[in-house]
Every structure is written in C-alpha cells, then in structure tokens.
C-alpha cells in the first residue's frame, strides 16, 4: 500500500526555516516523481517544487524566489523541503506528493495520485 507521511511542520517567526520531510511507504523515492504542495485556508492549493525520479530532476515556483529547497536521501528514502526566509504569507498546510511512472521533468499535478495528511506551517511572531 502507497502512503505518504509528512513532518516537520510547526510555528516559526517571519525569517526563520523549516526543513518538511515526506517518507513514503511502499515503494521508493526513486520509483515516483514526489511534489511538494500548500494550501492556505480559503485559498487554492499550489505547487511549490518537484523532483523527478528518473533524473534528479527539480522544479519551483516563481514566486518562492528561491528561499525553498527539494532534496532526497535515497538512503533514508527521504524527500526534505528546506524552506528559508519564511514568511507570514506562507502559512498553510504543507502536501507531498507522488507521481507514478518514468519523469525526468515534473509531471503536472493530475499525476500525482498519492498524497500525504499534509503538516502545518505556521509562521508568525
């Protein structure tokens, strides 16, 4: 059974950094593509970064204007989002993802079939 688990998520102060982390089961990092995704509430989920499976592949938004970062540990069959410089505006509930199949780029979020609980980020003083 795929699942997904995300942690890491707590309160922060504006500036500060949270390193997410997803661990999935039932299969490895490197069989699927994994997305990092957020949703604040009232607001429409988005997507933040991607890493493809097949070639270490990463992607990210425009606007994190790169304070986040996606990594994995293969060893520990680990994907991280480091996420630097945080801001109030990134509050929400924080999403990885998994896509099935062969990527060397980022597939587009209909592909991602298997998703986590989500962790949340608060970031306030």
């Known amino acids: 059974q795929v699942q997904l688990v995300e942690s890491g998520g707590g309160l922060v102060q504006p500036g500060g950094s949270l390193t997410l982390s997803c661990a999935p089961s039932?299969?490895?990092?490197?069989?699927?593509?994994i997305g990092w995704f957020r949703q604040a509430p009232g607001k429409e989920r988005e997507g933040l970064s991607c890493?493809?499976?097949?070639?270490?592949?990463?992607a990210y938004a425009d606007f994190l204007k790169g304070r986040f970062t996606i990594s994995r540990d293969a060893a520990k069959n680990t994907v991280y989002l480091l996420m630097n410089n945080l801001k109030p505006e990134d509050t929400a509930t924080y999403y990885c993802a998994a896509a099935s199949g062969d990527f060397d780029i980022c597939p587009p979020t209909y592909e991602y079939h298997f998703w986590g609980q989500g962790t949340q980020v608060t970031v306030s003083s």
């Open positions: 890493i493809a499976n097949s070639d270490g592949f990463t």
């Open positions: 039932g299969f490895t990092t490197d069989e699927y593509a």
